[in-house]
């Protein structure tokens, strides 16, 4: 029982480490990572605080050394994905009654935890199973995630905290209930900061999580699984469960105790989960309409103005396309630069590119690491030979590709004649960058080609010397992202800083490490105490 007004530590961003040469973390992060190189996981799945294996298991292999394996992880049935919804409706009972300061140390524990003892480890299953750098691997996995804990926490007792007035006599209070359901998170392999936020926020709201990790994420999967149960969150609250995608989906979706989704991923996986979960609405199998909450494509922009310095633009797309392989929601993937610029532009770019390191995670040197697996190799690869023979595209630097040993694609710069060619619209999700030049009058234009050419809105850059200028694109780019920068790359969103998230056909833009996004996760309930009820029916303007 609460016998005081709790004040939370307040939440500051997680210091992110520099793994410089001769550093303690460095060398404590490289030796972890060899030492679980060398090693086989065996991985179950999680029900009721249970680690059940069924035999029917899937290997895991680095992307950038395909032919090791590293361990396994075990496939669900059908009846497990049953049991797991069992299992969070009998946690509910207790959890969403958890006094809130009760969950606060939880996910507070859960983030020093990460902070602290599992940091080296939550880094080198990042590199090995995701082929991240140490410094995306640090920035993601450990400093996102440790933030996503703390701020959550902050942004909770601010949401507590907003009440209503009260009149006379009257005590007006304003009740943040769990969800009368489990809520289903589906999270993606290039973050895993995302993987453990998605079921941990509506957790943290007193809700009862599946989670379904993506297979190629599902290294470091376990390792967010130890530091909840390190951290005291009770058996059942978040179940993670792994084997077929389309069964998970349909046994919990169809359950009447669906109450809402979590979801980063595709656009067109997000439209076919709205579909089901309309027609089951229709239906009626649902105790009450599911909250539905998706991040999902993105194919974000950079526009450069003519008054903007050339190596400021090519230096925000050397790491704004190329940083994690392009593998991020937000990563620079278009861009459009004007005709005087361009020389200077491509001439910085190109020398950049051309001084990418790459390789295998555990060599500190390399920028550049593996794809993910061997559909997104195929896919890029496909791409780049296109343009090798388009008359509208051309390739600038890169366009090589390698998946003998790891799925290696080089960072690749495409120039094109044609604002709408393939690589302008589609998106690719890999280290491809394609750019289109035009006229420095233009540029109002180019503008209006910019917000129509896609149909995401999710991160987009502009560059410009010039406050009229920006003044102008801020207000005609008003729509084509949820994220905007000016003069600065596309990507890198810090949580209690820039909340994430997109609208159009990039998602619901709910803004994950936010109040916004908690909000999701409550269903208020109004109270209203009389202190002194009235006794007769007649009002004054009856007399």
């Known amino acids: 029982m609460a016998s005081g007004f709790y004040q939370v530590p307040k939440a500051v961003n997680e210091p992110v480490k520099s793994y410089a040469p001769g550093s303690p973390e460095r060398d404590e992060l490289l030796s972890t990572y060899k030492k679980m190189y060398k090693e086989q996981v065996d991985i179950p799945f999680y029900i009721d605080g249970r680690e059940i294996r069924?035999?029917?298991?899937?290997?895991?292999?680095?992307?950038?050394?395909?032919?090791?394996?590293?361990?396994?992880?075990?496939?669900?049935?059908?009846?497990?994905?049953?049991?797991?919804?069992?299992?969070?409706?009998?946690?509910r009972k207790k959890w969403a009654k958890t006094p809130w300061q009760?969950?606060?140390?939880?996910?507070?524990?859960?983030?020093?935890?990460?902070?602290?003892?599992?940091?080296?480890?939550?880094?080198a299953a990042t590199m090995i199973g995701q082929s991240k750098n140490v410094f995306q691997a640090e920035i993601d996995a450990a400093c996102e995630l440790i933030d996503f804990f703390r701020f959550n926490v902050q942004f909770m007792t601010e949401i507590y905290s907003n009440q209503p007035e009260s009149a006379p006599g009257i005590w007006n209070r304003m009740q943040y209930r769990a969800l009368e359901g489990f809520v289903y998170a589906i999270t993606p392999f290039n973050f895993t900061s995302i993987a453990g936020n998605l079921p941990a926020a509506p957790a943290l709201m007193g809700n009862v999580a599946i989670w379904k990790p993506a297979r190629t994420q599902i290294y470091s999967a376990q390792v967010i699984m130890d530091i909840f149960k390190e951290a005291g969150l009770p058996d059942g609250v978040i179940n993670m469960v792994t084997g077929n995608s389309a069964m998970i989906t349909e046994v919990l979706l169809d359950s009447k105790h669906f109450t809402g989704i979590h979801f980063t991923g595709s656009t067109g996986v997000f439209n076919s989960f709205w579909e089901q979960i309309g027609r089951n609405v229709n239906q009626g199998k649902y105790i009450s309409y599911p909250r539905i909450v998706g991040e999902t494509g993105g194919k974000d922009f950079v526009w450069m103005h003519p008054s903007a310095d050339a190596k400021h633009v090519s230096t925000a797309l050397s790491r704004?396309?190329?940083?994690?392989?392009?593998?991020?929601?937000?990563?620079?993937?278009?861009?459009?630069?004007?005709?005087?610029?361009?020389?200077?532009?491509?001439?910085f770019l190109v020398e950049d590119v051309k001084s990418f390191k790459m390789g295998s995670p555990d060599d500190t040197s390399n920028f550049i690491n593996a794809v993910i697996d061997n559909r997104a190799f195929d896919k890029l690869?496909?791409?780049?030979?296109?343009?090798?023979?388009?008359?509208?595209?051309?390739?600038?630097?890169?366009?090589?590709?390698?998946?003998?040993?790891?799925?290696?694609?080089?960072?690749?710069?495409?120039?094109?004649?044609?604002?709408?060619?393939?690589?302008?619209?589609?998106?690719?999700?890999?280290?491809?960058?394609?750019?289109y030049v035009y006229e420095d009058a233009n540029w109002k234009d180019t503008l209006e080609l910019v917000d129509q050419t896609s149909e995401y809105a999710l991160t987009g850059a502009i560059f410009s010397n010039d406050r009229y200028v920006i003044d102008y694109a801020t207000n005609v780019l008003e729509n084509a992202a949820g994220n905007f920068y000016i003069n600065d790359k596309p990507t890198g969103a810090v949580v209690g800083q820039q909340p994430f998230g997109g609208a159009r056909?990039?998602?619901?833009?709910?803004?994950?490490?936010?109040?916004?996004?908690?909000?999701?996760?409550?269903?208020?309930?109004?109270?209203?105490?009389?202190?002194v009820s009235p006794t007769d029916y007649r009002y004054p303007f009856l007399g």
């Open 320 to 347: 704004g396309a190329f940083e994690y392989q392009g593998q991020k929601c937000s990563a620079a993937s278009r861009a459009y630069i004007p005709e005087s610029k361009w020389n200077d532009v491509k001439t």
């Open 54 to 91: 069924t035999g029917n298991t899937v290997s895991i292999h680095p992307p950038h050394d395909h032919k090791h394996t590293v361990g396994q992880f075990h496939m669900a049935e059908r009846h497990h994905i049953e049991e797991a919804v069992e299992s969070a409706m009998e946690a």
């Open 381 to 435: 690869s496909s791409y780049i030979e296109q343009a090798k023979s388009s008359p509208d595209a051309e390739i600038l630097v890169g366009g090589g590709y390698d998946n003998s040993k790891g799925y290696f694609i080089e960072p690749t710069v495409i120039l094109t004649t044609n604002p709408k060619y393939d690589t302008m619209c589609t998106e690719l999700f890999g280290p491809v960058l394609t750019i």
């Open 505 to 531: 056909g990039s998602g619901t833009n709910d803004k994950a490490g936010s109040v916004w996004n908690l909000l999701r996760w409550t269903s208020n309930r109004t109270i209203k105490e009389n202190f």
């Open 102 to 123: 009760d969950r606060a140390a939880i996910f507070l524990k859960a983030a020093d935890l990460l902070a602290g003892p599992f940091r080296a480890r939550m880094n």
